[in-house]
């Protein structure tokens, strides 16, 4: 099967190539990067991919990504053209390609396509794995899509709103419990719940009221000095800011890692979100509750600009 790949620059499209189905060892091939340059005026998004290691701009409509969201993505931060901690990254991309029971590509693979879009600076690389064609004529095995893009600066502080996540396993073991699958619409409808009454992001619940995460973010807050934070039992996602939290914490200030009730936040003198795009954020709110951004936040964040500043990471 061939499909179409376009090669682009700065600019715009230079020439329209067909390429031959693509297996994963391709990396080596030395083509320029794949770079859409979003003309519209005032739009800042750079786009640049590899699809299976080869310049890309899309990805067949056939593919199980498109027609059933089915596969799994990670989304690593690249400052000054590393990527922080691409090795846990990818760790988890396979945890969640096997739950999927979705062969990855091969490491090495893996690691030199982020790198080659890392490279393009300070942005988010994401990687997508999907598990290849969905309909009868599409019969390609897994396919893999590897892009850099910037990304908006962040806000420094945040306020959350409860929103319940039904969806969630919340500690009920399933076979993708835990995974980082394409499967984001109920986060991000919880978002836009959060969103729709004032609030910049949801933080989930489950039905008992245990305090989950955040659609994109992982959440910890400070009780009597001890920085408290769900348990990854919980089958919250195995997140790399907040495991890098824990890290830096060590030895500083004591942890809970536990289940917690959303009443617990009345005891939090502060309130932190923990992710890949927005770092150590604090949280100023989590509905009527307000929060000013505290000490342990700020040495926590500050600590983790240092490590990624020192270009240190997994
Ligand atoms: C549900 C969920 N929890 C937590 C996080 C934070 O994980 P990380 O620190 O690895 O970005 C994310 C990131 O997208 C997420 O989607």
């Known amino acids: 099967m061939r499909s179409n790949c376009f090669l682009f620059s700065a600019l715009g499209v230079i020439e329209s190539v067909g390429c031959p189905a693509l297996s994963w060892r391709h990396a080596s091939d030395a083509v320029l990067p794949a770079r859409i340059q979003e003309s519209r005026p005032g739009a800042a998004v750079v786009i640049t ?98 892009m850099f893009h910037e990304l908006p600066i962040p806000k420094p502080e945040v306020n959350l709103v409860t929103v319940p996540a039904p969806w969630h396993p919340a500690g009920e073991w399933y076979e993708l419990a835990g995974a980082k699958t394409l499967s984001y619409a109920p986060n991000l409808a919880a978002q836009r719940t959060a969103q729709a009454r004032g609030f910049d992001d949801a933080l989930l619940v489950a039905s008992d009221g245990t305090i989950l995460e955040c659609p994109t973010a992982s959440i910890a807050w400070v009780v009597d000095g001890v920085i408290e934070t769900p348990m990854l039992a919980l089958h919250i996602l195995d997140s790399i800011t907040r495991r890098t939290m824990l890290m830096l914490a060590e030895g500083r200030w004591k942890v809970a890692e536990d289940r917690f009730g959303e009443s617990r936040l009345a005891s939090a003198t502060e309130v932190m979100i923990m992710s890949t795009v927005r770092e150590i954020t604090p949280v100023t709110a989590v509905g009527d509750l307000s929060f000013e951004p505290g000490p342990i936040t700020a040495t926590l964040g500050a600590s983790f600009r240092s490590v990624v500043d020192a270009g240190r990471g997994a």
């Open 49 to 146: 991919a590899l699809l299976d290691g080869r310049p890309a701009d899309s990805i067949p409509l056939t593919d199980s990504a498109v027609l059933r969201g089915d596969g799994c993505f990670e989304a690593i931060r690249s400052y000054s053209g590393r990527a922080y901690a691409l090795g846990w990254h990818l760790d988890r991309l396979e945890r969640s390609a096997r739950a999927l029971g979705i062969p990855p590509p091969h490491r090495d693979d893996l690691e030199d396509w982020c790198a080659r879009m890392a490279a393009h600076g300070d942005g988010v690389v994401r990687v997508v794995l999907s598990r290849g064609g969905a309909v009868p004529g599409d019969e390609a095995p897994a396919r893999c899509v590897v």
